[in-house]
């Protein structure tokens, strides 16, 4: 392939648009934090409150849902793929870009409980292929392909800070070598996993040393066969609870799709409710339980002491419930909602007895996160990046691999109606993890 010129000038290409690509997105990611800084923080803060009222999200979401609702009935690419059906590199176009910017920029700040990564995607794909129209580059499906998915990947690079997530992400959403890509992957990265928990065991049990690639990071407590025991039960558990969560944003979305901009702002509204009855039952701000959880979850690392149970708990159900809501009805991804629920469990179960809170997250985000994407290399890089520490990277690959295992065994809800379909005249039959 490298010796055909067509696909040499489109890998220079792919290249040069990841310039104009990265900064957009850049900027697009920029806005959205400003305008959740302003929104939740500074508004409030402006209008003598110490932290958004109890009732905040009320006033918010419902807009939202209204806007995401109109954009879904009106303007082309109905702003972007629906959250509960899982991130797609597919179908990228340049008539989308207008609803999926204004979905996600309209929608997330006001609370949607959404990531920025779906929307990026979008973004990133359909920005390479305008900038290749305006220079007139020849585009077929196979140039088409390839330079959706280098702008998407560009796109989602500039939000994780790391081009090896983008680049594995993309691969795994596109699906790239079929089933059979994870049929060899998931045996690979389950006995490297093992394979990393064995060779860890014995440089700790035999204080012998075998060289090593650590460069003096600091670490947490060594890793024990406790650790490795609680894998085996909060990675299937934690699973199991994603996995009904986005089986309720199927149905979500199958409840939206009858009346679209009706039903958006009832689910919008519901997530509201959600987030109000965790402010008034807590005491504390409802952005917590609003937004995708990115603060939330940075929080929770570097203070857990400062959640009671009973925050924690109220956290995971309250936001766990808008999740599904929003998942179902408004526009953005699944990642982070999801790693900070797995966060929160971790926080949660750190007291258990041998388990402790690096290995606790380290656990419960890789097994939330692939639960919620599917994509088990992609949640391990990330996870991994996430925890900065080497010693926790044989949990997080088991945790990740089980919880894969798990929520492909599972049944997988309700087809997403295609747009303009009356789910009701379908059979709710079991539908494929791609759909």
């Known amino acids: 392939m490298l010796r055909r010129p067509e696909y040499r000038k489109g890998l220079v290409f792919s290249g040069l648009i990841g310039v104009p690509v990265a900064l957009l997105a850049f900027w697009f990611l920029a806005a959205l934090h400003q305008l959740e800084q302003l929104i939740w923080t500074d508004w409030p803060r402006d209008l003598g409150w110490k932290q958004a009222p109890w009732w905040w999200g009320l006033a918010l979401l419902p807009v939202a849902g209204l806007v995401v609702g109109l954009v879904v009935a009106r303007l082309p690419g109905?702003?972007?793929?629906?959250?509960?059906?899982?991130?797609?590199?597919?179908?990228?176009?340049?008539?989308?870009?207008?609803?999926?910017?204004?979905?996600?920029?309209?929608?997330?700040?006001?609370?949607?409980?959404?990531?920025?990564?779906?929307?990026?995607?979008?973004?990133?794909?359909?920005?390479?292929?305008?900038?290749?129209?305006?220079?007139?580059?020849?585009?077929?499906?196979?140039?088409?392909?390839?330079?959706?998915?280098?702008?998407?990947?560009?796109?989602?690079?500039?939000?994780?800070?790391?081009?090896?997530?983008?680049?594995?992400?993309?691969?795994?959403?596109?699906?790239?070598?079929?089933?059979?890509?994870?049929?060899?992957?998931?045996?690979?990265?389950l006995s490297s996993g093992v394979g990393a928990l064995v060779f860890t065991g014995f440089v700790h049990w035999t204080g012998l040393e075998t060289g090593s690639l650590d460069i003096g990071l600091p670490e947490p407590p060594p890793l024990d066969v406790a650790d490795v025991l609680w894998v085996l039960v909060v990675a299937p558990a934690v699973a199991f609870a994603v996995h009904w969560t986005l089986v309720g944003g199927r149905f979500a979305a199958r409840f939206v799709a009858s009346r679209i901009v009706r039903n958006t702002v009832l689910c919008a509204t519901g997530a509201a409710v959600c987030v109000t009855l965790y402010a008034v039952t807590t005491g504390r701000s409802p952005a917590e339980a609003a937004l995708s959880g990115e603060a939330t979850l940075s929080d929770l690392a570097q203070d857990p002491h400062a959640w009671s149970v009973g925050a924690l708990v109220a956290v995971l159900a309250f936001k766990g419930l808008a999740y599904?809501?929003?998942?179902?009805?408004?526009?953005?991804?699944?990642?982070?909602?999801?790693?900070?629920?797995?966060?929160?469990?971790?926080?949660?179960?750190?007291?258990?007895?041998?388990?402790?809170?690096?290995?606790?997250?380290?656990?419960?985000?890789?097994?939330?996160?692939?639960?919620?994407?599917?994509?088990?290399?992609?949640?391990?890089?990330?996870?991994?990046?996430?925890?900065?520490?080497?010693?926790?990277?044989?949990?997080?690959?088991?945790?990740?691999?089980?919880?894969?295992?798990?929520?492909?065994?599972?049944?997988?809800?309700?087809?997403?109606?295609?747009?303009?379909?009356?789910?009701?005249a379908r059979e709710n039959r079991p539908s494929s993890r791609r759909a």
């Open 324 to 424: 599904v809501l929003c998942l179902g009805s408004l526009r953005g991804g699944p990642v982070f909602p999801a790693l900070c629920l797995g966060g929160a469990t971790g926080v949660l179960l750190a007291p258990l007895p041998g388990l402790g809170l690096v290995p606790a997250m380290a656990v419960g985000m890789a097994a939330s996160v692939a639960a919620a994407l599917r994509l088990p290399v992609t949640s391990v890089i990330l996870v991994v990046l996430l925890l900065g520490n080497v010693e926790t990277v044989a949990l997080v690959v088991l945790a990740a691999v089980l919880s894969f295992v798990v929520t492909e065994l599972l049944p997988q809800g309700p087809r997403i109606p295609a747009f303009g379909e009356r789910p009701a």
């Open 78 to 189: 109905r702003g972007g793929h629906v959250p509960a059906g899982g991130l797609h590199s597919g179908d990228a176009s340049k008539g989308a870009l207008p609803g999926v910017v204004l979905a996600a920029m309209v929608g997330l700040p006001l609370g949607a409980v959404l990531g920025p990564e779906a929307p990026l995607i979008a973004l990133g794909g359909g920005l390479a292929l305008f900038f290749a129209g305006l220079a007139r580059a020849p585009q077929t499906q196979a140039s088409t392909a390839l330079l959706g998915a280098a702008g998407a990947a560009a796109a989602v690079s500039a939000l994780f800070g790391n081009p090896v997530v983008g680049a594995v992400l993309l691969m795994e959403v596109a699906g790239v070598g079929g089933p059979q890509l994870f049929a060899v992957m998931l045996p690979a990265l």
